[in-house]
């Protein structure tokens, strides 16, 4: 077993479009912290995700859009009859930087779009509907910093 950074760009954007959630974590005005699971995509080098038109978590961008964003994938358990040898294989990546609401029209369909075809692959999905696209939110990460860490063996 080897835990180890991961380096390389590409290897951090492919455990970003395989992972099927992703948790957001944002700092409310009382200064403690929020986190949520979201579906997500990773498009074009930011990271994408479908909420309500309000709520907390939008209502913790506005202020304070600095956001830290986690998704990770479990490969396998390793059960062992010894707690010490027992482990988990996974990849996992840690984004910092800085999340807004999307509000063009156009920008917002596509972001869900693009959402839909990652969670409909394989069926044949209508793209997101006018009303579907009038009354759902969503927020776009601009990505300032990017690690990741794998367990392998």
Sequence with gaps: MSKQWITDRSEMEAILNEAVVGSFATVCA????????????YHQGKIYFHCALKGKKL?????????????????????AAKADDASVRYRSVIVNGRAKLVTD????LDALTILSAKYTTGYDAAPPSDKCTG???VVEIEIDEMTGKKNID
């Design 30 to 41: 009382d200064g403690s912290p929020y986190v949520v699971t979201v579906n997500h995509v």
């Design 59 to 79: 209502d913790n961008i506005a202020h304070e859009p600095r956001i830290c964003f986690e998704a990770h994938i479990i490969d396998r358990l390793v059960i």
């Design 105 to 108: 029209p156009k920008a917002k």
């Design 135 to 137: 009354v759902t939110g």
